[in-house]
Nanobody, 120 residues
Framework: QVTLVESGGGLVQAGGSLRLSCVASGTFFRIDDMGWYRQGSGKQRDMVATETSAGRTSYADSVKGRFTISRENANNTVDLQMSSLKPEDTGVYYC??????????????WGQGTQVTVSS
């Protein structure tokens, strides 16, 4: 079982920056992919950025060049540095992880979400 706890959301003006952090805890063999998804009001939850345990990153086209994902495998943490924020970045941001159990089964886990609001 993996518990993900996010922090760092809030209200920021367009053009500003925010940093989100997430830490995974619990009983597991290892954490594979970690990342961030977001869900705007009335919209589906979409991938923002992910990083594999080997350091391979993926970004949504809409955030490339503005957001940077970084993780520390030793501490099971993943951060999302968001810069040049736009009103359309507004939404609930969810931390995501694939946890591998001690019997080598993979499960998807989600944090509780943190609100990011970008004002124009």
């Amino acid at each position: 079982q993996v518990t993900l706890v996010e922090s760092g959301g809030g209200l920021v003006q367009a053009g500003g920056s925010l940093r989100l952090s997430c830490v995974a805890s619990g009983t597991f063999f290892r954490i594979d992919d970690m990342g961030w998804y977001r869900q705007g009001s009335g919209k589906q939850r979409d991938m923002v950025a992910t990083e594999t345990s080997a350091g391979r990153t993926s970004y949504a086209d809409s955030v490339k060049g503005r957001f940077t994902i970084s993780r520390e495998n030793a501490n099971n943490t993943v951060d999302l540095q968001m810069s040049s924020l736009k009103p359309e970045d507004t939404g609930v941001y969810y931390c995501y992880a694939i946890g591998i159990t001690t019997d080598f089964k993979g499960y998807h886990y989600w944090g509780q979400g943190t609100q990011v609001t970008v004002s124009s």
